[in-house]
């Protein structure tokens, strides 16, 4: 059985991977916090295509178990 002249499995190391749709940034402030104190969570997501747009996104993340989630009402915005 010979190779199939289609299908090359070896990668060029030079090759420039292709970017990914979305780049996403999570910042925690303070970084310590004593009991009962307030951490904000800033999540940052940005769409890398200038040639579509992106929807049905979902971001998800798992707090520590010393967290209570209470959230902002502050709303989602787009630019």
């Known amino acids: 059985m010979s190779p199939d002249p289609n299908f090359d499995l070896i990668s060029d190391p030079d090759a420039t991977p292709a970017p990914a749709p979305v780049q996403l940034t999570l910042a925690a402030a303070p970084t310590q916090v004593e009991p009962s104190g307030v951490v904000t969570y800033t999540v940052v997501i940005s769409n890398t295509l200038a040639d579509r747009t992106l929807t049905g996104l ?21 630019t």
Do not use: F, R
């Not at 798992?62 to 959230?71: D, G, I, N, Q, R």
């Open 58 to 78: 979902v971001v998800s993340d798992t707090l520590p178990l010393e967290l209570t989630y209470w959230p902002a009402g502050g709303g989602i915005s787009a």
